[in-house]
């Protein structure tokens, strides 16, 4: 059974496609150019109050409505008369309760105090924005779907109109806007392309950023390769964003460098048919952007350092190793600006061992697991899953949170590790459905009683989150299934009158797809199966076979070869197998 492993977040992060607003639900908050409004919580009770008893429609509607006006007025008080101010200073926050609210009884008035539809129009943007979140791997109706679609179509309504009377800007929102999409509207790229270029005349860097964006991702202008599909046309994502950072805009920057990091530009060639990313050039656009003051982009000139693709460290007579040290003063960096991926990273890295090492007298030292779980929990609880997934592993394996028991050694405390798992397995990370199966399947959950003194493990739960993880294509997952088919956990075939025989032939079916995937592990697994005959027998006369120790032997080397296998097991099975003159 495959252990459990920590999960690095080595996502490469652009600007994460809310380039205008944020969510903070504790507060209704506008930031513009350093100032800033708090809007009083309450908004929320009174809200809550209102569609709670509709009896009180009236009074709850009194109470809502000079403050919703207040809000109005202050958001359209804080545009500046100069348009250009940069979007990132904008930040608008509003309840979800409260814009059905205004979206029902109130726009009408409300707009016309605001006086700008684009007042409003950043309320229904920024709900919209905030319903892509709320539904984010979580089960919904129809009836939320239709909800986040209003809001999109109302959004591009007041964007349009307040674009229409002159206000460019609203303009660069709008653009925004046709980009995106749900469930019930689609996005219309090349209108969104359209005005970006139009705002980009007028001298807006976001527009040029954006368009950057759009080629970058394929959805205008893609470059047709006779006999293939077509791609992205990288080159003219990275003109427009060279033209936003020559601006000053960070993202852009940090947009460049993502471009030299995954080799779309500036690839370098080292060998006649062979050419590498450019990682020096992309650190540099980090380092620019971070520089600047953009978070992200620190994280990922640390992703850099932490994959060993920069900055390497010489020792004598060894390999060169990464410079984690330099990875952890960016994650540290990151993190102080409240970035949680950066947490999570730098969380592994005391994990591992890399960095902050405890010292022992006499004894090795030791990672600092309970810097690592501090790290972990801060990210999980900014709603980091992959963090979930890492705290679940210390409490799994005992580093953390053991349980006291009298007169024993202490265990592991499987079900804070479960209930860690299950949040980061809703959140859609197959590591953690991996993970929580196995604990199913070692018997530490959820246990089936079958007498009164006796449980077995729950194998159907455990090939359950298997499955799941393999849909979501974890080799680990595939490997984890066919040990449960091979062990007869799980789809025995039944002999009439004769007992019942493991599925060798689902297993090997799911150790191959794992090895298709590099996985050194699963490639030994099928070894074994084809050694003891489970698997592909060799005819030798009419009423007998024999094991097909060639392929058994081949598939032990492919596991010798990919080098990283952390145990020799597929060695030792070779050597056995020379020994005995199979091969």
């Excluded at 926050?93 to 707009?111: H, V």
């Excluded at 970006?196 to 202008?221: Q, S």
């Excluded at 010489?314 to 410079?323: A, L, M, N, T």
């Excluded at 077995?456 to 080799?475: D, H, Q, W």
Aim: with cysteine; glycine share 8%; net charge neutral.
């Amino acid at each position: 059974m495959q252990a459990l492993s920590l999960f690095d977040d080595h996502r490469i992060l652009s600007d994460k496609d809310n380039l205008f607003l944020t969510f903070d639900p504790n507060a209704h908050i506008i930031f513009l150019e350093g100032e800033e409004i708090i809007i009083q919580s309450r908004i929320s009770r009174l809200v809550g109050a209102l569609f709670k008893n509709q009896s009180q429609h009236l009074e709850g509607y009194n109470a809502i409505k000079p403050v919703a006006l207040k809000i109005i007025n202050d958001i359209n008080s804080y545009i500046k008369v100069d348009e250009r101010h940069q979007p990132d200073n904008l930040k608008i926050i509003k309840e979800f309760e409260l814009l059905k609210l205004i979206a029902t009884d109130m726009s009408e008035e409300l707009l016309e105090v605001a006086g700008k539809a684009r007042a409003l129009g950043y309320i229904y943007i920024n709900e919209f924005q905030r319903s892509l979140t709320l539904c984010e791997g979580a089960s919904v109706d129809q009836s939320f779907y239709s909800h986040q679609a209003l809001l999109l179509k109302r959004s591009r309504e007041l964007f349009k109109k307040s674009y229409e009377k002159g206000d460019n800007y609203a303009g660069l929102i709008l653009a925004y806007a046709y980009g995106k999409k749900c469930i019930k509207e689609d996005p219309d790229y090349k209108e969104s392309a359209r005005l970006y270029e139009v705002a980009a005349a007028e001298d807006f860097p976001e527009a040029m950023n954006n368009l950057g964006r759009l080629y970058k991702r394929g959805h205008i202008g893609r470059i047709e390769i006779k006999g293939q599909e077509s791609v992205p046309n990288y080159a003219k994502a990275a003109e427009w964003y060279e033209k936003a950072a020559a601006k000053g805009l960070p993202k852009a920057m940090n947009n460049l460098g993502i471009l030299y990091e995954q080799g779309h530009i500036g690839r370098i060639k080292i060998k006649e048919q062979k050419s590498v990313s450019n990682y020096a050039k992309a650190a540099n656009w980090y380092r620019k952007a971070g520089e600047a003051g953009y978070s992200i982009a620190m994280y990922n000139l640390g992703l850099l350092y932490n994959k060993g693709r920069i900055g390497r460290i010489e020792i004598k007579g060894q390999e060169s190793v990464p410079d984690y040290a330099e990875a952890a003063r960016l994650y540290e960096v990151a993190a102080a600006e409240d970035f949680p991926e950066a947490m999570n990273n730098l969380g592994c890295l005391y994990k591992k061992g890399h960095i902050g090492l405890i010292e022992r007298e006499g004894q090795d030292p030791v990672p600092d697991y309970a810097e690592a779980a501090r790290l972990f929990r801060a990210a999980a609880a900014k709603g980091i899953p992959e963090a979930m997934n890492n705290l679940g592993c210390l409490y799994k394996k005992g580093h953390i949170g053991l349980i006291e028991i009298e007169g024993q050694d202490p265990v592991p405390n499987y079900a804070e590790a479960a209930k860690l798992f299950r949040a980061a397995a809703a959140k859609g990370i197959p590591e953690a459905m991996n993970s929580l199966g196995i604990l199913y399947e070692q018997g530490h959950i959820g246990r089936i009683k079958i007498k009164e003194q006796k449980s077995v493990s729950n194998y159907a739960e455990a090939a359950t989150l298997f499955r799941a993880a393999a849909a979501k294509g974890l080799p680990e997952a595939m490997d984890n299934l066919g040990i449960l088919y091979e062990q007869g956990h799980i789809g025995c075939i039944e002999r009439e009158g004769q007992d019942p025989v493991p599925n060798y032939a689902e297993a090997a079916e799911w150790y191959e797809k794992a090895a298709a995937k590099g996985l050194p592990e699963a490639m030994n697994n099928l070894g074994i199966l084809y050694e003891q005959g489970h698997i592909g027998r060799i005819k030798i006369k009419e009423q007998k076979s024999v094991s097909n120790y060639a392929e058994a032997a081949s598939w032990y080397r492919k596991a010798i070869k990919r080098g990283d296998f952390r145990d020799s097991y597929a060695l030792l099975n070779l050597e056995r197998l020379s020994r005995a003159g199979c091969i």
